[in-house]
């Protein structure tokens, strides 16, 4: 009897280690063990990069500004989340991305059944490896491919390149400039601060004030339940060049206000950008535009 027991705790030994060093050898060969690590799978270049943490925005009370968002028409989309049993706004922890115009780039991690998504792909025309799938875009010349990194992380190029996905396989890079260390932000190419002609005209006038500075950043944090407030923070040459920057983005926010009058007050992106605030550091350029609960509401 002491024998069997002896014998059924070794062997209990034996599991309990097999699990924690298999356990330990699964996270160490893992590429993206955090949000932070996918930003550096995104390819260098001037890209406008932006990354979501999707679990923070839920925590934040403003997953409802999501439920708007379809990355496909609604009735492709319902198609696709039929097939796929895969909802962005349920199913991705984080996303990061990088676009310039015409190739975009993503990087997501979530919850993902791998064989509905190759199956769907197959169904569409695609072809699929073991780990990578590549199928025609809707847009004549374009291709979509996705790869994936780990079970958990996968990575999507649509340009017209059919094998662009496989630039975001790891080791990754270093992120460009610093990491802003918020729940959702984008630092915004040069060639898109010169030419914003795809941003909304009013961000399109703001685009063309921080045009010569080194790097623009544009961070979202939340405030209180149901309120955030995004932050601008530009790194220029010199202070004058800085300075320059603020005075006009704050000749444009009472431009905005003139032009918009009370219709301002109604309008959801020009309530925003009225209550715009700057101000410099050196070379650093700062401000912030509050997004309150009735704002929120408004955008939903």
Not at 111 to 127: E, I, M, N, P, R
Not at 203 to 212: C, E, M, N, W
């Amino acid at each position: 009897m002491r024998l069997l027991k002896a014998l059924a705790l070794a062997l209990l030994l034996v599991a309990v280690t097999g699990a924690v060093w298999y356990g330990i050898t699964y996270y160490r060969h893992r590429f993206v063990r955090s949000n932070g690590d996918l930003a550096k799978l995104l390819p260098p270049g001037d890209l406008t990069v932006f990354f979501a943490d999707l679990n923070a925005v839920r925590h934040a009370g403003l997953l409802r500004l999501l439920a708007g968002l379809k990355p496909a028409p609604e009735e492709q989309y319902a198609q696709f989340m039929q097939k796929t049993q895969f909802d962005f706004a349920r199913d991705l922890d984080a996303l990061a991305g990088a676009y310039d115009g015409d190739r975009l780039y993503l990087v997501g991690r979530g919850h993902f059944d791998w064989d509905k998504l190759q199956a769907y792909s197959v169904a569409h025309g695609g072809t699929c490896g073991s780990d990578f799938c590549q199928e025609p875009g809707s847009t004549a010349g374009k291709w979509a491919n996705f790869v994936r990194v780990q079970p958990d992380v996968i990575a999507l190029a649509v340009s017209s390149d059919r094998t662009a996905a496989d630039v975001l396989r790891p080791p990754g890079r270093r992120l460009q400039g610093d990491d802003p260390g918020a729940p959702v932000w984008v630092k915004l190419s040069r060639a898109l601060r010169r030419n914003p002609s795809e941003l909304p005209l009013p961000l399109q006038i703001f685009a063309i004030s921080v045009q010569s500075a080194d790097e623009i950043t544009l961070a979202v944090q939340p405030v209180k339940e149901g309120a955030f407030e995004i932050r601008l923070f530009g790194d220029f040459a010199n202070p004058a060049a800085a300075d320059t920057a603020r005075a006009q983005l704050d000749i444009q926010t009472r431009n905005l206000r003139r032009a918009l009058g009370d219709e301002g007050q109604k309008s959801d992106l020009g309530a925003v950008l009225l209550g715009g605030k700057f101000y410099t550091v050196g070379t650093r350029l700062e401000g912030s535009w509050p997004v309150d609960k009735e704002l929120v509401a408004a955008l939903e």
